[in-house]
Protein backbone atom coordinates (compact mmCIF):
# COMPACT_ATOMS: atom_id res chain seq x y z
CA UNK A 1 0.00 0.00 0.00
CA UNK A 2 3.12 2.32 1.21
CA UNK A 3 4.33 1.87 -2.46
CA UNK A 4 1.34 2.41 -3.96
CA UNK A 5 0.81 6.17 -2.55
CA UNK A 6 4.22 6.46 -3.14
CA UNK A 7 3.90 6.32 -6.95
CA UNK A 8 0.58 8.43 -6.82
CA UNK A 9 2.50 10.67 -4.54
CA UNK A 10 4.87 11.78 -7.21
CA UNK A 11 2.76 11.30 -10.29
CA UNK A 12 0.86 14.30 -8.17
CA UNK A 13 3.83 16.61 -7.48
CA UNK A 14 5.22 16.20 -11.43
CA UNK A 15 1.37 16.84 -12.42
CA UNK A 16 1.44 20.00 -10.17
CA UNK A 17 4.76 21.14 -11.09
CA UNK A 18 3.44 21.08 -14.72
CA UNK A 19 0.03 22.85 -13.35
CA UNK A 20 -2.17 20.04 -15.11
CA UNK A 21 -5.64 19.41 -13.37
CA UNK A 22 -5.17 15.83 -13.14
CA UNK A 23 -2.78 16.28 -10.57
CA UNK A 24 -5.72 16.40 -7.48
CA UNK A 25 -7.03 13.11 -8.66
CA UNK A 26 -3.28 11.48 -8.21
CA UNK A 27 -3.29 13.18 -4.76
CA UNK A 28 -6.87 12.76 -3.36
CA UNK A 29 -5.91 8.99 -4.04
CA UNK A 30 -2.43 8.61 -2.13
CA UNK A 31 -4.04 10.45 0.44
CA UNK A 32 -6.92 8.07 0.97
CA UNK A 33 -3.98 5.25 1.33
CA UNK A 34 -1.81 7.37 3.30
CA UNK A 35 -4.78 7.87 5.72
CA UNK A 36 -5.40 4.34 6.27
CA UNK A 37 -1.30 3.98 6.74
CA UNK A 38 -1.31 6.96 9.06
CA UNK A 39 -3.98 6.18 11.22
CA UNK A 40 -2.55 2.11 11.94
CA UNK A 41 1.11 3.93 13.17
CA UNK A 42 -1.35 6.38 15.84
CA UNK A 43 0.02 9.36 13.59
CA UNK A 44 -4.06 10.81 14.62
CA UNK A 45 -3.32 14.03 12.64
CA UNK A 46 -1.01 12.93 9.70
CA UNK A 47 -3.72 10.40 9.50
CA UNK A 48 -6.61 12.90 9.24
CA UNK A 49 -4.24 15.53 7.26
CA UNK A 50 -4.33 12.87 4.86
CA UNK A 51 -8.45 13.13 5.04
CA UNK A 52 -8.58 16.29 4.84
CA UNK A 53 -6.10 16.69 1.61
CA UNK A 54 -8.96 14.32 0.06
CA UNK A 55 -11.20 16.87 0.35
CA UNK A 56 -8.64 19.53 -0.54
CA UNK A 57 -8.01 17.71 -3.79
CA UNK A 58 -11.57 18.15 -5.03
CA UNK A 59 -11.47 21.85 -3.88
CA UNK A 60 -8.15 22.08 -6.18
CA UNK A 61 -9.56 20.23 -9.39
CA UNK A 62 -12.72 23.31 -9.03
CA UNK A 63 -10.10 25.80 -8.41
CA UNK A 64 -7.90 24.74 -10.88
CA UNK A 65 -10.78 24.08 -13.46
CA UNK A 66 -13.17 26.50 -12.74
CA UNK A 67 -12.24 28.89 -10.01
CA UNK A 68 -9.78 32.25 -9.85
CA UNK A 69 -6.97 29.71 -10.31
CA UNK A 70 -8.05 28.70 -13.83
CA UNK A 71 -7.25 32.38 -15.15
CA UNK A 72 -3.94 32.14 -14.36
CA UNK A 73 -0.51 30.24 -14.88
CA UNK A 74 0.86 30.41 -11.34
CA UNK A 75 1.60 34.17 -12.67
CA UNK A 76 -0.34 35.10 -9.19
CA UNK A 77 1.74 37.23 -7.38
CA UNK A 78 0.13 36.06 -3.86
CA UNK A 79 0.40 38.11 -0.67
CA UNK A 80 3.07 40.38 1.34
CA UNK A 81 5.51 38.91 3.42
CA UNK A 82 3.92 40.68 5.78
CA UNK A 83 1.06 38.92 5.78
CA UNK A 84 2.65 35.87 5.68
CA UNK A 85 4.58 36.52 9.12
CA UNK A 86 1.01 37.25 10.73
CA UNK A 87 -0.05 34.09 9.32
CA UNK A 88 2.63 32.14 10.08
CA UNK A 89 2.47 33.57 13.93
CA UNK A 90 -1.31 32.45 14.03
CA UNK A 91 -0.56 29.00 12.43
CA UNK A 92 1.86 27.90 14.91
CA UNK A 93 -0.38 29.07 17.78
CA UNK A 94 -3.06 26.88 16.28
CA UNK A 95 -0.48 23.83 15.98
CA UNK A 96 0.99 24.19 19.66
CA UNK A 97 -2.60 24.09 20.87
CA UNK A 98 -3.63 21.13 18.61
CA UNK A 99 -0.12 19.33 19.93
CA UNK A 100 -1.16 20.02 23.47
CA UNK A 101 -4.49 18.63 22.86
CA UNK A 102 -3.17 15.26 21.70
CA UNK A 103 -0.33 15.14 24.23
CA UNK A 104 -3.24 15.22 26.90
CA UNK A 105 -6.06 13.43 25.58
CA UNK A 106 -4.76 10.94 23.42
CA UNK A 107 -1.98 8.49 22.94
CA UNK A 108 -0.33 10.00 19.64
CA UNK A 109 3.00 9.88 18.89
CA UNK A 110 5.45 12.93 18.25
CA UNK A 111 2.47 14.98 18.77
CA UNK A 112 4.64 18.19 18.14
CA UNK A 113 5.80 18.13 14.79
CA UNK A 114 2.58 16.20 13.60
CA UNK A 115 0.98 18.63 14.79
CA UNK A 116 3.27 21.62 13.13
CA UNK A 117 3.72 19.60 9.86
CA UNK A 118 -0.44 19.22 9.61
CA UNK A 119 -1.68 22.50 10.42
CA UNK A 120 1.27 24.15 7.67
CA UNK A 121 0.73 21.44 4.98
CA UNK A 122 -2.86 22.32 5.16
CA UNK A 123 -1.80 26.05 4.49
CA UNK A 124 0.31 25.25 2.21
CA UNK A 125 -2.05 23.10 0.00
CA UNK A 126 -4.69 26.16 0.57
CA UNK A 127 -2.24 28.07 -1.31
CA UNK A 128 -1.56 25.87 -3.72
CA UNK A 129 -4.96 25.48 -4.68
CA UNK A 130 -4.86 28.86 -5.77
CA UNK A 131 -1.95 28.65 -7.38
CA UNK A 132 -0.17 30.95 -5.61
CA UNK A 133 4.02 30.52 -6.06
CA UNK A 134 4.55 30.76 -2.19
CA UNK A 135 2.92 27.19 -1.85
CA UNK A 136 6.31 25.91 -3.21
CA UNK A 137 8.60 27.98 -0.32
CA UNK A 138 6.27 26.63 2.38
CA UNK A 139 6.83 22.99 0.94
CA UNK A 140 10.38 22.99 0.93
CA UNK A 141 10.51 23.47 4.69
CA UNK A 142 7.86 21.02 5.53
CA UNK A 143 9.10 18.40 3.10
CA UNK A 144 12.37 18.70 5.41
CA UNK A 145 10.50 18.13 8.53
CA UNK A 146 8.71 15.26 6.93
CA UNK A 147 11.23 13.29 6.26
CA UNK A 148 12.84 12.88 9.64
CA UNK A 149 8.95 11.87 11.05
CA UNK A 150 8.67 9.37 8.65
CA UNK A 151 11.69 7.79 9.01
CA UNK A 152 11.57 8.24 13.14
CA UNK A 153 7.96 6.17 12.53
CA UNK A 154 9.20 3.43 10.29
CA UNK A 155 8.39 4.20 6.76
CA UNK A 156 11.50 4.50 5.38
CA UNK A 157 10.32 4.33 1.49
CA UNK A 158 8.11 7.07 2.39
CA UNK A 159 11.10 9.23 3.93
CA UNK A 160 12.49 8.83 0.91
CA UNK A 161 9.77 9.97 -1.23
CA UNK A 162 10.30 13.33 0.60
CA UNK A 163 13.44 13.77 -0.52
CA UNK A 164 12.26 13.19 -4.00
CA UNK A 165 9.76 15.80 -3.16
CA UNK A 166 12.46 18.10 -2.34
CA UNK A 167 14.17 18.17 -5.18
CA UNK A 168 10.51 18.08 -7.56
CA UNK A 169 8.94 21.15 -5.60
CA UNK A 170 12.65 22.74 -6.70
CA UNK A 171 11.81 21.64 -10.17
CA UNK A 172 7.90 22.77 -9.60
CA UNK A 173 9.82 26.33 -7.97
CA UNK A 174 11.29 26.35 -11.79
CA UNK A 175 8.60 25.40 -13.80
CA UNK A 176 6.34 27.78 -12.45
CA UNK A 177 8.24 30.31 -13.14
CA UNK A 178 9.06 29.98 -16.64
CA UNK A 179 5.21 29.97 -17.23
CA UNK A 180 5.37 33.34 -15.00
CA UNK A 181 8.10 34.53 -17.59
CA UNK A 182 5.83 33.42 -20.34
CA UNK A 183 3.25 34.99 -19.25
CA UNK A 184 4.65 38.60 -18.42
CA UNK A 185 6.56 38.12 -22.23
CA UNK A 186 3.31 37.24 -23.84
CA UNK A 187 1.44 40.71 -22.18
CA UNK A 188 4.29 42.98 -22.88
Known amino acids: MEILAIILALLYLLLAARQ ?3 CWLAGALSCAIYAWLMFHVQLY ?3 ALQAIYVLLAGYGWWQWRYGTASDSAATQVGYSWRWHVIVGVLLALIAALLAWLMQTYTQADQVWLDSYTTVYSLFATWLLTRKLFSNWVYWLVIDSAYIYLYAIKG ?3 TAGLYV ?3 VLVVYAMWQWRQGQQQACNSSG
Do not use: R
Request: no cysteine.
Open 45 to 47: LES
Open 20 to 22: SVW
Open 155 to 157: FEQ
Open 164 to 166: VYL
